[in-house]
């Protein structure tokens, strides 16, 4: 396997957490294994992980229940076909994908927008899926404009997805650090999450928050006009983070 795997015990729920490798940004798949089923969250770039992760998922012996995508950028939803279950989205988010029109793969292999585009639309609110509560939250502002943020409250998960990264260089191009911070404090305003799954890296802790915190005070601090200085000074302060290829996506949209 390419990828990475850590599993998590929680009860009657195991959450697989799918880190993929650096070269396609250490984007995470997770898996949610309840006592009859699985629930992806978020499919890959990258086609041939999207296709690890539905391996390893099979593996587990149980149905694949639905693929939900967090949002609306590429790297969380092009693999969405690769997994044969119904994908769920919340509206906006599935208007959201469905303008962007075609994908494609890394490799250059084009994604017909039919392939990821969700069929079922998420409204915030609980469900109850195979006995366990999934309590679903829209928020607006950060790393996207719209993003989905699901928590598991009698196993004290949170599934923020790319509103945390762990360890790994940051995506700014949404261009709104404010809100990013806001969004990350009214996350760690509830203490009885424990377990964090990121969007990028590996699951972490509550102290994820305050290294969050750092990071975007940091970017704040070092973004001027010129991308590859910013790449250089940020990349100096955070010598050992992940994906720095991140920055350069996020600098094409920050300075053309």
Known sequence: MNGTITVIDAGPVRVHSYMSPDDSLNVT?????????VIAVDAQYALGYADE???YAKGL????DRVVISHAHPDHFHGAARFGAPVHALAVVRDQ???Q??????GGTVIPVADFTPTHVIEPGTEVIDGVPFVFEAHSGGEASDELVI???????LVAQDLVFNRTHLFLGNNDITGWQSAIDR???DPAYDIILAGHGLPANRSVYAELSQYLMDARELLGDDGEAYKKAIVDRYPDYR?????DIANQYLFG
């Open 151 to 157: 928590r598991l409250p009698e196993q004290g998960v």
């Open 53 to 55: 992760v539905v391996a």
């Open 97 to 99: 994908i469905v303008a």
């Open 187 to 189: 996350l760690a305003a």
């Open 29 to 37: 798949t997770q898996l949610i294994e309840t006592p009859g089923r």
């Open 243 to 247: 994906a720095p290829a991140m920055i």
């Open 61 to 64: 012996g149980k149905p694949l």
């Open 101 to 106: 029109g075609d994908g494609q793969d890394p």
